[in-house]
């Protein structure tokens, strides 16, 4: 209860039928704000979210760092009243920033800000300078590729330019194939801009992610149109780009607002959602994960930040969700999307991936890597995120119907067998080295140095059988969710869209994954006791397809 008084602080708007986008927004007498946040299926306006700090049960302040986000049927509608009311914002806060003072003070002020603000320098700090106060201009860089443009920008041109602004479109294409979050396409959004004003991205993944990267260069402020359910990014503050045929992500801090219309989402096509899906299955064993590392090595935890992701997921697990999404049911699309968007609100709360990436991402990351490495044609990032999850759950599972009893007659103390089992030469720092070097070749750099870094802890893990039951507990809470998560890939056949990886690449994928990050998931843990690749086997035997 302690966590929703304090944040009753967020402003949100809750009238659901009323088209209410005031700057302002205060919550009405008696809503909470946080249910708003994590159970209103049907509605979600947040007014000025980045606006308010909220002190939080696991001892930290916390703050939203995306101002708005709207998921509503209709939505595009609301756009243009939205830009204005942001241009409104940013005029109001040029305004505070210069009243009182002289104009070199302001922009010393402003360029020392900025610095604090971002980790990443700007590209053009001539723009920087002065974003803010020229975002009063009407002007709006609307980014797009073929697809998005018919699925959505073509009308969002039209509503905007009938709301007289200045709309530029930046057209984004590569030929039949889709486009790729490369430099060469940021440079064409680059190079479409001339002068200040909003950057609107509309897509998802790769548009998201290119124009995040282009406004945190840039200095502009952006915002999002999303075309599609299939990822968690949209509210994330990082971008990824495959630079030289290497993924590589970087901070750019978020989008300030984000806008999901259900109508543009049900005619995206089937394989995205499915994508949405996965990446939001993960997080049954993402935040198991986190529980684990809690568990055994007293690591830092939010409840709020689970909360926000359990929620939605639950709901998305529930009996006749599958069908209603299938139907492109409104309401079950609003769930999905809201349960993707705040698993990047939850990363921002607690400033690491930690609640949305674990061990099933880490699957994903490598196979990710192969594709690129090796060239093979790789599903979308929330495929491989569901097919990662069928392994990590089934582990979750067997490690509570078997691996727990092993573990508690025999606790991993400093005298007890299992300790000298792992410790044992085939679980040295040089045996690890090797394998790294021999799975991840020329990319092996990053792998090695997380082994650096993490060897520490991991060779002197202990577990004690009080940290044992804790875990049997937690994953006995988890269980419904692990197992409709396995159920859903099963049916909506996940490997079967994932064709071009070979069984001996998934294998490879969930042996030596977990190598990717310094993170320590479940997959850690089973390698260490010697389980991974006899469990890793037993699965891949199952046919999933079954
Ligand atoms: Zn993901
Ligand atoms: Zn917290």
């Known amino acids: 209860m302690r966590e929703r008084k304090h944040l009753n602080g967020i402003n949100s708007d809750t009238n659901s039928g009323s088209n209410n986008l005031s700057p302002s927004g205060s919550a009405p007498p008696g809503s909470e704000p946080f249910d708003s946040i994590s159970s209103n299926p049907d509605f979600s306006v947040f007014s000025s979210l980045s606006q308010t700090e909220f002190d939080c049960s696991c001892g930290k302040k916390h703050r939203f760092e995306v101002d708005k986000i709207i998921i509503r049927d209709k939505a595009l509608a609301d756009l243009p009243e939205l830009m204005h009311i942001q241009i409104q914002k940013s005029m109001k806060k040029a305004a505070d920033n210069t009243c ?78 889709p486009i790729k979050p490369t430099p060469t396409m940021l440079y064409h959004i680059l190079q479409g801009i001339s002068q200040p004003g909003w950057l609107l991205a509309c897509g998802s993944g790769t548009i998201n992610d290119l124009v995040k990267f282009a406004a945190s260069r840039t200095g502009l402020p952006s915002g999002v149109l999303a075309t599609a359910p299939s990822m968690d990014g949209y509210t994330s503050g990082v971008a990824s780009l495959v630079v030289e045929g290497v993924k590589q992500t970087t901070p750019t801090g978020p989008h300030n607002f984000i806008l999901a219309d259900p109508e543009i989402l049900a005619a995206a096509p089937e394989r995205m959602i499915l994508a949405g899906v996965g990446d939001l299955l993960g997080k049954a064993t993402s935040l198991l994960d986190w529980h684990l590392r809690r568990i055994i090595f007293d690591d830092y935890f939010c409840k709020t930040a689970e909360a926000l992701i359990r929620k939605p997921l639950e709901n998305l697990l529930a009996d006749n969700f599958t069908r209603r999404l299938r139907q492109r049911d409104s309401a079950a ?106 799975a991840y ?106």
């Open 333 to 438: 699309l609003k769930e999905l999307t809201r349960g993707l968007l705040n698993s990047g609100l939850a990363m921002q709360l607690v400033g690491s991936s930690s609640p949305a990436s674990g061990s099933e991402h880490h699957i994903s990351h490598f196979l990710e890597m192969l594709g690129l490495r090796e060239k093979i044609p790789m599903p979308l990032h929330g495929i491989k995120v569901g097919i990662g999850t069928y392994f990590t759950a089934g582990f979750y599972l067997r490690l509570l119907e078997e691996g727990l009893e092993i573990l508690t007659a025999d606790p991993i103390t400093a005298d007890s067998n299992l300790v000298q089992a792992f410790t044992g030469s085939w679980n040295s720092k040089e045996t690890r080295q090797e394998r790294i070097i021999q």
């Open 100 to 177: 009182p003072k002289s104009e070199q003070q302001t922009a010393q002020d402003h360029e020392k800000k900025s610095a604090q603000e971002s980790n990443s320098k700007p590209l053009f700090p001539f723009i920087q300078g002065k974003a803010i106060e020229l975002t009063g201009s009407q002007l709006v860089y609307l980014i797009c590729d073929d697809n998005t443009y018919q699925a959505a920008a073509q009308q969002a041109l039209k509503i905007l330019q009938q709301s007289d602004f200045n709309v530029e479109l930046i057209r984004l294409s590569s030929g039949d194939k």
């Open 441 to 546: 070749g020329s990319r092996q750099g990053p792998a090695i140095q997380n082994l650096q870094e993490r060897w520490p802890r991991e060779s002197s893990l202990s577990i004690s059988l009080a940290q044992l039951k804790e875990l049997k507990s937690k994953i006995a809470e988890f269980k419904p969710l692990l197992e409709k998560a396995r159920q859903y890939l099963k049916r909506n056949k996940y490997f079967d869209l994932a064709e071009d990886i070979s069984d001996e690449q998934l294998r490879q994928a969930v042996l030596y994954g977990f190598e990717i990050r310094q993170r320590f998931t479940i997959t850690t843990l089973l390698y260490q006791l010697g389980w991974l690749e006899d469990w890793t086997d037993s699965l891949l035997a199952e046919s999933p397809d079954s």
